[in-house]
């Protein structure tokens, strides 16, 4: 059984930072694109940013970040822990949302697609 579960989510003030994780189980982290996506009230889901599988020698997968986080949020994964993080600084009102994880991948058979229960950021100005 998959299970992603997200953690460190909570209450900053705005300019502060916060490390959220998405700890899996049932899967490893390295062979799959893991997402970080972001939902506030009245929103659709939105992407904050992936890393792709692979990476060796002490790398990891490449990262891509939306225009609103780029420069303000890092992913990284750490695969002894099968772990993913999402660090993100300078944060500011509008990055409050619930915070999913995502892990996803396909073969030629079918497509691999999992997500977290979500941990609730917010942002205080």
Not at 57 to 76: A, H, L, P, Q
């Given at each position: ?7 460190g989510g909570?209450?900053?003030?705005a ?11 049932g ?23 992936s ?5 060796s ?20 994964r ?11 600084n ?25 997500w977290?229960?979500g ?7």
């Open positions: 059984q998959v299970q992603l579960v997200e953690s909570g209450l900053v003030q300019g502060g930072s916060l490390r959220l994780s998405c700890a899996a189980s899967i490893t982290v390295g062979f799959y694109t893991m997402s970080w996506y972001r939902q506030a009230p009245g929103q659709q889901r939105e992407l904050v940013g890393i792709s599988s692979g990476g020698g002490g790398s990891t997968g490449s990262t891509n970040y939306g225009d609103s986080v780029k420069g303000r949020f890092t992913i990284s750490d695969d002894a822990k099968n772990t993913v993080y999402l660090q993100m300078s944060l500011n009102p509008e990055d409050t949302a619930v915070y999913y994880c995502n892990a996803a991948t396909r073969t030629i058979f079918k497509t691999y697609d999992y977290g229960q941990t609730q950021v917010t942002v205080s100005s």
